[in-house]
């Protein structure tokens, strides 16, 4: 079960940074989500979902230069090692 602000682009977007073992920016995320038939967001919802992630501490902004990286913690969530009642409390 994903917390209460989780949304169905967050799954995809974590995948996407966990197998790219990069830092990706929006746009490369979109454009490959888009390539693999994953998810079709738009590329604002990216951006948002993104800052959202980030917030919960699930990926990380490479200083100002827009691009995103995969934390232990997001890497956590994607393992199943990390209960989504510890992501609800980080609100």
Partial sequence: MQPS???KYDGPILEMLSESGKALPPRVILFNLEYEER???HRSTV??????????????????????????????WIEGELDSSKLESDQ
Wanted: glycine fraction near 8%; aromatic fraction near 12%.
């Fill in 47 to 76: 951006k948002r979902r993104l800052k959202r992630l980030t917030d919960h501490g699930l990926v990380e902004k490479i200083d100002d230069s827009g691009y995103y990286i995969l934390t232990d913690r997001g890497r956590s």
């Fill in 39 to 41: 998810a079709s967001p």
């Fill in 5 to 7: 602000w989780w949304s």
